[in-house]
């Protein structure tokens, strides 16, 4: 389980938006049940154009993932491309992390009399007399 921090900025984060947010972020959770917080910040800025602008951190031990979203969108399409974002991240993470191969050494290598005494044990105990 993990913690989820929304705040906004210039933003209203009702229970609405709050419970939107939480339903996206749920879905980084079934990637990686590692997660143990999430802060996601709502920001809006008034220029030539109304842009919403949504950020979020994913920590997870050891490492922490960022992105943020720019759009004059409403709020779900921004959600959306944010945890698509956080989603790759968090896809190419756990690829990293769990894909690891056992690299063979010089210790892990039978040596020719080994093998020769597998094989005559292994020979014993196909007759039984093991």
């Avoid at 920001?43 to 997870?60: C, D, Y």
């Avoid at 992390?97 to 009399?113: C, F, L, M, P, Y």
């Amino acid at each position: 389980m993990y913690t989820l921090n929304i705040s906004g900025h210039h933003v209203q984060s009702g229970e609405e938006v709050q419970e939107v947010v939480k339903e996206k972020m749920d879905h980084l959770s079934r990637i990686n049940n590692q997660i143990t917080s999430i802060k996601v910040i709502l920001n809006t800025e008034k220029h030539e154009i109304h842009e919403l602008i949504v950020e979020a951190s994913v920590h997870i031990p050891g490492h922490d993932l960022f992105a943020t979203v720019k759009t004059d969108k409403q709020l779900k399409p921004a959600l959306d491309l944010l945890v698509g974002k956080l989603e790759k991240q968090l896809i190419k993470y756990k690829a990293k992390h769990t894909g690891r191969q056992h690299h063979i050494n010089a210790n892990d290598v039978e040596s020719a009399e080994e093998r020769q005494e597998q094989a005559e044990f292994d020979e014993l105990v196909e007759r039984e007399v093991i």
